[in-house]
């Protein structure tokens, strides 16, 4: 069965830093790239960041530019993202996505980690 | 950047209705559309790709239309587990723009 499961999310205060894993199974994972989305709490879904198969492009939505890092291990399928300087604004689920191959859609997804950024 | 219009937010229906959400995109995106359902608590589930294809097990009564900048997801009888919040997403770029969502409850 093709699985994501993200961890490493908890309360971290305002300008501090954090790292979210996401551990893949069931398939190939270096063919396909993958994404971070997030949710705030009664909000609609926010496209974070993407990262190719390879591990070798990478985007950022402008909200995370500059602090957040999207990263790979292929040899360990598993996901990760670096969050710095975190705001208040950054608290929400965060979901990893598989994105189906050659799109930007995703076509599995995680079950979701909280990030809170509070004092 | 592509942003992406739906509506209605809120629709109210009873089973066996024929419900039909709009999503408009700012810029012609040709078919690069999806159509995720996401029930309270849980993660998106996709429905439709590229927007008119239905992704493998998700139910017939589920249709997705349109192309260039107006797009439409069809349920053709509400079921009880149908109530949920739809979402559309372009993918015309690697940004992924999602709708604001549609909210789907009991009439």
């Known amino acids: 069965e093709v699985q994501v499961l993200e961890s490493g999310g908890g309360l971290v205060q305002p300008g501090g830093s954090l790292r979210l894993s996401c551990a893949a199974s069931?398939?190939?994972?270096?063919?396909?790239?993958m994404s971070w989305v997030r949710q705030a709490a009664g909000k609609g879904l926010e496209w974070v960041s993407t990262?190719?198969?390879?591990?070798?492009?990478?985007y950022y939505a402008d909200s995370v530019e500059g602090r957040f890092t999207i990263s790979r291990d292929n040899s360990k399928k598993t996901l990760y993202l670096q969050m710095n300087s975190l705001r208040a604004e950054d608290t929400a689920i965060y979901y990893c996505?598989?994105?189906?191959?050659?799109?930007?859609?995703?076509?599995?997804w995680g079950k979701g980690t909280t990030v809170t950024v509070s004092s | 950047d592509v942003q992406m219009t739906q509506s209605p937010s809120t629709l109210s229906a009873s089973v066996g209705d024929r419900v039909t959400i709009t999503c408009r995109a700012s810029?012609?995106?040709?078919?690069?559309l999806a159509w995720y359902q996401q029930k309270p608590g849980k993660a998106p589930k996709l429905l439709i790709y590229?927007?008119?294809s239905l992704e493998s097990g998700v139910p017939s009564r589920f249709s997705g239309s349109g192309s260039g900048t107006e797009f439409t997801l069809t349920i053709s009888s509400l079921q009880p587990d149908d109530f949920a919040t739809y979402y559309c997403?372009?993918?015309?770029?690697?940004?992924?723009?999602f709708g604001r969502g549609t909210e789907v409850e009991i009439k």
């Open positions: 996505a598989k994105r189906a191959f050659g799109y930007y859609y995703m076509d599995v």
């Open positions: 069931g398939f190939t994972f270096s063919t396909y790239g």
């Open positions: 990262i190719s198969g390879s591990g070798d492009t990478t």
């Open positions: 810029q012609s995106i040709s078919i690069w």
């Open positions: 590229k927007a008119s």
């Open positions: 997403q372009q993918y015309n770029n690697y940004s992924g723009t």
